[in-house]
Antibody, heavy 117, light 108 residues
Framework: EVQLVGSGGGLVRPGGSLRLSCTAA????????MSWVRQAPGKGLEWVSSISGNGDTTYYADSVKGRFTFSRDNSKNTLFLQMNSLRAEDTAIYYC??????????WGQGTLVTVSS | QSVLTQPPSVSAAPGQKVTISCSGNSSIRNNYVSWYQQLPGTAPKLLFYDDYKRPSGIPDRFSASRSGTSASLVISRLQTGDEAIYYCGTWDASLSAVFGGGTRLTVL
């Protein structure tokens, strides 16, 4: 059974940093690109970033480019999203998701990030 | 602003059929469309990939199609448990994923 478990969310002040993690199980982790998708309170889905299976290639939404870094450790089946210079508009539930060609076929349960003073 | 446009809400009675539209630009023409169901308080769940393909476990009351730059999700024999927000998604030319704004389905 595919499982994605996100963690690391919390309350952080504007300008601060946070690192999210997502641990995967139940599939050959290194064979899949992975992504982060976020959802602000009461809002729709917003893609944040994707990473290739070997971690060599990353893509970012313009809204986070230069502030967020997406990486993975295939030896530990774990994803990391380093978020710096956080803003109030980054407040959201962050979901990790598995890419399957043009779709996201499995999603984690989400971890809440709140940016507030 | 999403490049994919969905109606904010649709509603129908139990047992009826509802269609949710998703219209876009050249992104939707050149890439497959997927559909997601988000039940209240839960993570999104994949309903369809590659325009119309249903993952195992998705009831055949759900169907999807795509024509040109428009896609549609049809839910037949509506049940109260189908109340959710439905999103379409695709990829644009810069290899960024994009989602529609979501459609809230109310089963009256």
């Amino acid at each position: 059974e595919v499982q994605l478990v996100g963690s690391g969310g919390g309350l952080v002040r504007p300008g601060g940093s946070l690192r999210l993690s997502c641990t995967a199980a139940g599939f050959t982790f290194r064979s899949y690109a992975m992504s982060w998708v976020r959802q602000a309170p009461g809002k729709g889905l917003e893609w944040v970033s994707s990473i290739s299976g070997n971690g060599d290639t990353t893509y970012y939404a313009d809204s986070v480019k230069g502030r967020f870094t997406f990486s993975r450790d295939n030896s530990k089946n774990t994803l990391f999203l380093q978020m710096n210079s956080l803003r109030a508009e980054d407040t959201a539930i962050y979901y990790c998701a598995r890419n399957n060609y043009d779709s996201f076929d499995y999603w984690g349960q989400g971890t809440l990030v709140t940016v507030s003073s | 602003q999403s490049v994919l446009t969905q109606p904010p809400s649709v509603s129908a009675a139990p047992g009826q059929k509802v269609t949710i539209s998703c219209s876009g630009n050249s992104s939707i023409r050149n890439n497959y469309v997927s559909w997601y169901q988000q039940l209240p308080g839960t993570a999104p769940k994949l309903l369809f990939y590659d325009d119309y393909k249903r993952p195992s476990g998705i009831p055949d009351r759900f169907s999807a199609s795509r024509s040109g730059t428009s896609a549609s999700l049809v839910i037949s024999r509506l049940q109260t448990g189908d109340e959710a927000i439905y999103y379409c998604g695709t990829w644009d030319a810069s290899l960024s994923a994009v989602f529609g704004g979501g459609t809230r389905l109310t089963v009256l």
